[in-house]
């Protein structure tokens, strides 16, 4: 089957799936915005993978948008990172960025400093600025003042600049086992200030993943309701964020990397979970759908973190590709 052919049988299918969302959902909440982190390196200690083929990125991401609808790009940056970077070559009429600032152990000061230049060279084309990244389980020292901090310093200079579109916010690894703890903390080091300015709450959903102390799930729907609805109610809560801040859906994958994970596996699995995040987009308030990631680092490396893509190293795309652009066709905003 050609790739024309399989991208209309993508979206039938989807568009049939659709109809499980409740019909008042159309009516009150927006559809989800979706988006990809566009490149291929997922970490996990890869130094083999092939440089970006620019040319072929934005071909893949001009066919995976379907027009000029909202579109996000996930870009990783560091206090450190060259501006502008190389995701910004990316950006086209629809395109915005959602933009991670990694926090490295810098001071306090020199941190603030950081996160204020971020929302002053990234605030005209970014939709979001995330602040450290999955605080929750990768913890780092003082990386929880950082984050708030960060929300804080964030918050401000958006507010000065005049970005009224732009939301501070952060990304946690999320589970159906809420992090108490982690938010009893947040609450504690920010109070209310904290709560006010705090924009989206980003989770990273890996049910599934292949990822090493992660394991499978056997109901992937039932992992990502239970999942929004805990993050939703017990944790978001702790902090004084209302049913107003919006959970965005930062990142979402399925490595292929053993004989037994296999592409049409990783369809089955991710179209699952899309469809079960978008049927919860109105009880949980959910804004934003992002895949990670575009193609594989390494493709047949045995490691997960090399497979995650929708393509290949080489841009070959996976059934999961055109059934990605079916459901950004059928689900997406207009």
């Known amino acids: ?5 399989t991208a209309a049988a993508a979206a039938a299918l989807v568009a049939g799936f659709s109809v499980l969302a409740p019909a008042a959902a159309d009516a009150t909440t927006s559809p989800l915005t979706f988006g990809i982190y566009p490149g291929g ?5 890869s130094t083999t993978g092939k440089p970006d083929n620019p040319a072929k990125v934005r071909k893949a991401l001009s066919e995976l948008q379907s027009g ?11 206090c450190g990172s060259a501006f502008p970077d190389d995701e910004m070559q990316y950006l086209a009429p629809g395109r915005r960025l959602d933009v991670v600032l ?12 950081c996160v204020e230049n971020t929302v002053h060279r990234y605030g005209p084309v970014a939709d979001t600025i995330s602040v450290t990244l999955e605080q929750n389980v990768v913890p780092k ?29 952060f990304d946690e690894v999320a589970f159906t086992k809420p992090f108490t703890q982690f938010w009893q903390h947040l609450a504690q080091l920010g109070g209310a200030e904290f709560s006010r300015s705090v924009g989206f709450v980003g989770i990273d959903l890996y049910p599934d993943a292949g990822l090493p102390g992660i394991p499978p799930q056997t109901d992937l729907a039932g992992f990502v309701h239970q999942t929004l609805h805990n993050v939703r109610t017990q944790e978001m809560p702790i902090a004084g964020l209302g049913r107003d801040v919006p959970i965005r859906v930062s990142e979402n994958g399925w490595a292929t990397h053993t004989a037994e994970r296999t592409p049409a596996d990783q369809a089955r699995a991710l179209t699952t979970e899309i ?14 759908y992002e895949m990670f990631d575009l193609r594989d680092d390494v493709t047949g490396s045995p490691s997960p973190f090399d497979n995650f893509g929708l393509m290949t190293d080489d841009y070959a795309p996976k059934p999961m590709y055109w059934l990605y652009r079916g459901l950004v066709s059928a689900l997406g905003r207009h």
């Open 141 to 169: 020292p003082n990386g929880d003042t950082a984050l708030v901090q960060g929300v804080l310093a964030g918050k401000k200079t958006a507010d000065q600049d005049g970005y009224r579109r732009l939301q501070i916010g």
């Open 102 to 113: 990694s926090y490295s152990g810098e001071s306090m000061p020199e941190w603030q400093t």
């Open 41 to 45: 390196y997922a970490g996990g200690g």
């Open 68 to 78: 000029h609808k909202p579109f996000l790009l996930r870009d990783y940056v560091g």
């Open 1 to 5: 089957m050609n790739k024309i052919r």
């Open 275 to 288: 469809l079960a995040i978008n049927q919860d987009r109105v009880a949980e308030n959910v804004a934003s």
